[in-house]
């Protein structure tokens, strides 16, 4: 079955930059689509960053100009960070979207299997 284990979280300052990846297993040969959430204390999980086989990736208005998701050939995701700021601290989390055809989305119930997260902490 899919496993998903992300990496690369950490404390910087504001102004910083992070770069988090997210490796998964147990994937077959499909059309897969991918996301990055994260969720502060005390708030409910939001998207950030989506990213598909078709098309330009999408990013919540928060994360626009400052971070950009990619992937590679393996289904590797990757979330770089810039211009970090206090925020942006939370749990991030990898998600996937399992089937043919899917499209970007930032709504968190249409993904079917997530991480354990990483921890993200910004100061100032």
């Known amino acids: 079955q899919v496993q998903l284990v992300e990496s690369g979280g950490g404390s910087v300052r504001s102004g910083g930059s992070l770069r988090l990846s997210c490796v998964p297993s147990g994937l077959t040969a499909r059309t897969y689509c991918m996301a990055w959430f994260r969720q502060a204390p005390g708030k409910e999980r939001e998207g950030v960053a989506s990213i598909s086989r078709v098309g330009p990736p999408l990013y919540a208005d928060s994360a626009k100009g400052r971070f950009i998701i990619s992937r590679d050939h393996a289904n590797t995701l990757f979330l770089q960070m810039n211009s970090l700021i206090p925020e942006d601290t939370a749990i991030y989390y990898c998600?996937?979207?399992?089937?043919?055809?899917?499209?970007?989305?930032?709504?968190?119930?249409?993904?079917?299997?997530w991480g354990q997260g990483t921890q993200v902490t910004v100061s100032s």
């Open positions: 998600a996937l979207m399992d089937y043919p055809n899917c499209a970007d989305s930032l709504r968190r119930l249409d993904y079917s299997d």
